[in-house]
């Protein structure tokens, strides 16, 4: 095939995708599906804008119809499992978002369909794309740290809209006491654990340090938010990877406060460190004296070698479609395939198994029939050649590092 014809399924977050596809030379739409009317509205004065033509339906029964080699699947996030199976059962490829599953039986269920029907099932973890990582991955290689022995990430999503009505239209439980709106129901993402959805964090430090979870001790905190009472205001996750490492997670959805990922790497000879509310790197590598402070690296989020500014999450969104429809094309797997998936989404599942007993050690299987061995994520997106500058880092007056 000269180009991947897709379907989009979900045209609210899938509106980003539907756009990102249609901006990649690889892709061929052919169609897209939403239930709600207004999604499918959207999508259409999106499209006209566009000057495209893109056939919208309701259901994904249609959608599956219009024979698609793949499905791009970004619809109800409780869903997206058996979405997945179904499309692979149907003779698609899918690009799946996160969390991609919600608990292990379903991300057996999906490799093992990949096995049956010789279909690829890719993540779409943007986060994974952020433009810094290449260099820190070529770093961490080069040895300009040391040896990397543990890492941090930070997801902070304050998430109080919790309801939503047959339109789409999302409500805080407040708003919809203040306004006695009734006929409302849970969001996906409303009781979910927040471990669980730490693929946006956990990921990227995986691919970086080329390395798997084997552990997990979890513990979380109290419900004291009343816009979102269905889950932990936060849990903090301690992971032990296979190579002796330790990654720790927080995720947050309940706590007032700007959203943030945030990232660190902490090596024997260095360590580096992004805050995506500053969008540069501080690194202390091997060549610096820590006493002279960190070293400011202005490389933030988007990479410059696609006209993809307008992407979505920092110009990381159309690198999914890129790398998906380019190693469909080229017969290869996918940078983030059904195993890695499983990498990224298990851990968060057991974790909150963890929380849930006070803390305790849980194991976290390798699924792949062959034991890990190298990701395969950098074989697609290449490390940079160039070495950015850098320059001293300007703290707050007053303030010393």
């Not at 959203?259 to 969008?279: C, D, I, K, P, Q």
């Not at 159309?318 to 499983?342: E, N, Q, S």
């Amino acid at each position: 095939m000269e180009k991947v014809k897709i379907g989009v399924l979900g045209l609210r977050r899938g509106l980003s995708h539907l756009r990102n596809c249609l901006q990649t030379p690889e892709a061929e739409v052919i169609g897209a599906a939403d239930r709600i009317e207004g999604m499918r509205d959207r999508a259409a004065e999106m499209l006209a804008g566009m000057d495209r033509k893109v056939p919208l339906v309701s259901e994904f029964e249609q959608l599956l119809a219009l024979k698609p080699d793949a499905i791009v699947l970004a619809s109800n996030g409780r869903l997206q499992a058996a979405q997945a199976v179904q499309a692979l059962e149907a003779g698609c490829h899918v690009l799946s978002e996160v969390p991609g599953a919600y608990t292990q039986g379903e991300i057996l269920h999906i490799a093992r369909t990949v096995e049956q029907t010789g279909k690829q099932y890719m993540l779409a973890e943007n986060s994974s794309f952020l433009a810094f990582l290449r260099y820190w991955r070529r770093w961490v290689i080069e040895g300009r740290f040391g040896a990397v022995s543990m890492a941090d990430g930070e997801y902070l999503h304050y998430l109080p809209t919790t309801l939503v009505n047959a339109a789409g239209e999302q409500f805080t439980p407040a708003q919809a006491r203040e306004q006695n709106i009734s006929n409302l129901r849970p969001l996906w993402r409303s009781d979910q654990p927040p471990i669980q959805y730490l693929t946006h964090d956990l990921g990227p430090l995986l691919e970086v340090l080329d390395d798997r979870v084997v552990s997990v001790n979890c513990v979380e905190g109290p419900w004291w938010n009343s816009q979102t009472p269905l889950r932990a205001d936060g849990q903090y996750a301690l992971f032990k990877t296979a190579k002796g490492r330790l990654i720790r997670i927080l995720v947050t959805l309940n706590t007032r406060r700007p959203g943030a990922h945030n990232y660190r790497l902490f090596g024997t000879e260095g360590s580096v460190e992004w805050y995506s509310h500053e969008g540069f790197c501080r690194r202390l590598d091997r060549d610096r004296d820590e006493r002279d402070g960190w070293e400011q690296i202005d490389i933030g989020s988007a990479r410059t070698d696609v006209a993809e500014a307008d992407s979505g999450h920092g110009g990381t969104d159309i690198w999914t479609a890129i790398t998906f429809t380019r190693a469909l094309l080229a017969g290869k797997r996918v940078p983030i395939d059904v195993y890695r998936m499983a990498d990224y989404t298990l851990p968060g599942i057991l974790a909150n198994r963890s929380a849930e007993q006070g803390g305790a050690a849980i194991h976290v299987p390798d699924i792949r029939r062959q034991p890990f061995e190298r990701t395969e994520f950098w074989d697609h997106i290449g490390l940079p050649e160039d070495e950015p500058e850098g320059k001293a880092y300007e703290s707050a007056p007053g303030v010393t590092y």
